[in-house]
């Protein structure tokens, strides 16, 4: 029983340290790189694009579309404004809930195009899928 358990002490203490690898390792870049663009990863299981020089996640759901924007260093940023219009038609826009912006997504909804405003600069746009 006593060696049994000393494995299982092993596996955990394994599991902490590799977590950090499984963590960055995913992150196309180098893990000690602190500078801009050096993280590419999707935190949020989505798909990252690359725009400007902002990342956006997208993560789409049966009925809604999270959008998780975040700036070159992939510091999370609050879009200031977000809009989506879907196959062609009137654009809805996001609500902003708690680190994401959320916008609803008709059950027909075929592609959808996103319009961002952050700061001073251009709208971002995106075609989704
Ligand atoms: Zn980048």
Redesign the pocket.
């Known amino acids: 029983m006593k060696g049994a358990s000393y494995a299982a002490a092993v596996a955990v203490g394994l599991g902490l340290f590799a977590t950090p690898f499984l963590r960055y390792g995913f992150g196309g870049g180098h893990s000690h790189a602190a500078g ?2 050096s993280d ?1 990863g999707a935190r949020h299981g989505g798909h990252l694009v ?1 725009l400007h ?1 902002y ?1 956006l996640e997208l993560v789409e759901h049966r009925d809604s579309i999270e959008l998780y924007l975040s700036d ?1 260093f992939r510091r999370p940023l609050r879009p200031d404004s977000c809009a989506v219009a879907f196959d062609g038609r009137p654009a809805t826009s996001c609500e902003w809930r708690s680190h994401r912006s959320i916008v609803p997504k008709p059950i027909d909804g075929q592609t959808g195009l996103y319009q961002v405003g952050v700061g001073e600069g251009p709208l971002l746009t995106l075609q989704f899928p």
Do not use: G, K, L, V
């Open positions: 801009p663009h590419h690359m020089d990342h070159a």
